[in-house]
């Protein structure tokens, strides 16, 4: 594998279910191809201030992305600012609202859609605007991509199973089949990023509850899933304890081999192996 990665983050997957219901990602766990670790998520268990500290290693009380309603840009030093600044190449394909984190709110639909701007943090980028956007066209998009601009970095946001959660409750046949579509989504996606070089990872930003919302402290909006597939970590299963979601910014620097920002934490991660370019 070389220094590039594919950032996956599937909003509102909860930890027991993707355990339950992501075959493909767990065989490659239980075949040694793939790490898997448990994440404690940071509060307020909301997306917009989870893609924040997922993408800058910055809590909401300091970036001050403290809800959905917090329509701004950030000030925050992202993973895109620091692939741009390495002189790398870096490209996502996600939700609206990444673009207005980092390149202008509020997003402007006739101009924002599509972006190619090699000076901007953000140099190329694909987003959609509907919750329900089928996940399957999204990968397609972050495919695009990868094959056309071949990025250093890759960061890609699925909400299929957000949005199911939040309309039929985690509980119900269709947020599990969303977790299990994905799940079959990346069984074709992952082998080819990896024949090209790639390292990989999938994470969530938070969970959800019972009632079909997050925001909140409990397991169920806070515990989420984290799978590594790359040579720089210990492939197996490290579940033993939680894992910060600090750790994450932090993580995505260290497999592109990268300087993270002076806000990062420090990274401290159970299987991390040292020395490995």
């Not at 001050?64 to 600012?81: G, H, M, P, T, Y």
Request: aromatic share 10%; hydrophobic share 40%; proline share 5%.
């Amino acid at each position: 594998m070389q220094n590039k990665l594919v950032f996956m983050m599937i909003d509102g997957l909860r930890l027991d279910k993707a355990r339950l219901h992501m075959g493909f990602m767990e065989h490659l766990v239980e075949q040694k191809k793939g790490a898997f670790y448990q994440v404690h998520s940071q509060l307020p268990s909301l997306s917009r201030p989870m893609y924040e500290l997922l993408l800058t290693g910055v809590v909401p009380a300091e970036s001050q992305i403290v809800s959905n309603l917090s329509v701004q840009a950030s000030k925050e030093e992202s993973l895109f600012d620091l692939t741009s600044k390495n002189h790398l190449v870096n490209a996502t394909a996600s939700y609206y609202w990444v673009s207005e984190l980092y390149e202008h709110a509020p997003f402007r639909i006739f101009q924002d859609r599509i972006q190619h701007h090699p000076d901007h943090p953000i140099q190329h980028g694909i987003f959609y605007m509907q919750d329900d956007y089928p996940d399957s066209h999204l990968l397609m998009d972050a495919n695009y991509l990868l094959n056309t601009y071949a990025p250093d970095f890759l960061y890609i946001h699925s909400m299929n199973v957000d949005d199911a959660g939040h309309k039929f409750k985690p509980d119900s046949f269709e947020y599990c089949n969303k977790v299990a579509e994905i799940d079959n989504i990346l069984s074709l996606c992952i082998p080819k990023w990896i024949e090209a070089g790639y390292q990989v990872m999938v994470t969530a930003d938070h969970g959800m509850n019972p009632l079909g919302f997050h925001g909140g402290t409990s397991k169920e909006e806070r515990h989420v899933p984290l799978y590594i597939l790359s040579d720089k970590v210990a492939m197996e299963e490290h579940s033993d304890s939680f894992v910060s979601q600090l750790m994450i910014a932090p993580l995505a620097c260290h497999l592109l081999q990268i300087e993270k920002s002076e806000k990062m934490q420090e990274l401290a991660l159970p299987g991390l192996k040292t020395g490995v370019n």
